[in-house]
T-cell receptor, first 112, second 111 residues
Framework: NAGVTQTPKFQVLKTGQSMTLQCAQD?????MYWYRQDPGMGLRLIYY???????DKGEVPNGYNVSRLNKREFSLRLESAAPSQTSVYFC???????????FGPGTRLTVL | EDQVTQSPEALRLQEGESSSLNCSYT??????LFWYRQDPGKGPEFLFT???AGEEKEKERLKATLTKKESFLHITAPKPEDSATYLC????????????FGPGTRLSVLP
């Protein structure tokens, strides 16, 4: 039981490059989330998926897209990376939307 | 405007020196308040959920309490392994079932 896994752990991009952050959970949770964490600020919700087949915008969705590939996997895509997207990205999942869940280990992204 | 703040920003304690962390919130219609612990380089780990004023939850050396405007995380006789960043998050009517996180308190417990 690995919980929530994220790949990659670290990534450096140049401005304008694209990439996809991968997230998978093995707890049969319905809801999945993507957050970003910046120094001095709380975790901010980018996108969430309340259940398989649905996705919704969170607080800071601009510049990102998501795909809920199946119940286990939820990916986050940066189409054209910007330095403002330098951050640590966390994926999380929970049994139902609004319940406390499990976080992944994070992806540290730097955009030059 | 809905807001979650935490104080202090950082706290250094000697082993055994008890203290409290504060989470203040101004939100419309609190549904729940959550406490997490985050170790460096790792994701947050869930500790407690509180739903109504007067509620208390305990786990080992930690006790969380809730009033109508704030929550406290009391740490009794802390040990070095309690060193971490402690995050609170609120779930409020205006945000549906999503969470709004505070910036966290970085706790260091010195041996």
């Amino acid at each position: 039981n690995a919980g929530v896994t994220q790949t990659p752990k670290f990534q450096v991009l140049k401005t304008g490059q694209s990439m996809t952050l991968q997230c998978a959970q093995d707890m049969n949770h319905n809801s999945m989330y993507w957050y970003r964490q910046d120094p001095g600020m709380g975790l901010r919700l980018i996108y969430y998926s309340a259940s398989e087949g649905t996705t919704d915008k969170g607080e800071v969705p601009n510049g990102y897209n998501v795909s809920r590939l199946n119940k286990r996997e939820f990916s986050l895509r940066l189409e054209s990376a910007a330095p403002s997207q330098t951050s640590v990205y966390f994926c999380a999942s929970s049994e139902e939307r609004g319940t406390s869940g499990r976080f992944g280990p994070g992806t540290r992204l730097t955009v030059l | 405007e809905d807001q979650v703040t935490q104080s202090p920003e950082a706290l250094r304690l000697q082993e055994g020196e008890s203290s409290s962390l504060n989470c203040s919130y101004t939100v419309s219609g609190l549904r729940g308040l959550f406490w997490y612990r985050q170790d460096p380089g790792k994701g947050p780990e869930f500790l407690f959920t509180l739903y109504s004023a007067g509620e208390e939850k305990e786990k080992e050396r930690l006790k969380a309490t809730l009033t109508k405007k704030e929550s406290f995380l009391h740490i009794t006789a802390p040990k070095p392994e309690d060193s971490a960043t402690y995050l609170c998050a609120v779930q409020a009517r205006n945000y549906g079932q999503n969470f709004v996180f505070g910036p966290g308190t970085r706790l260091s417990v010195l041996p």
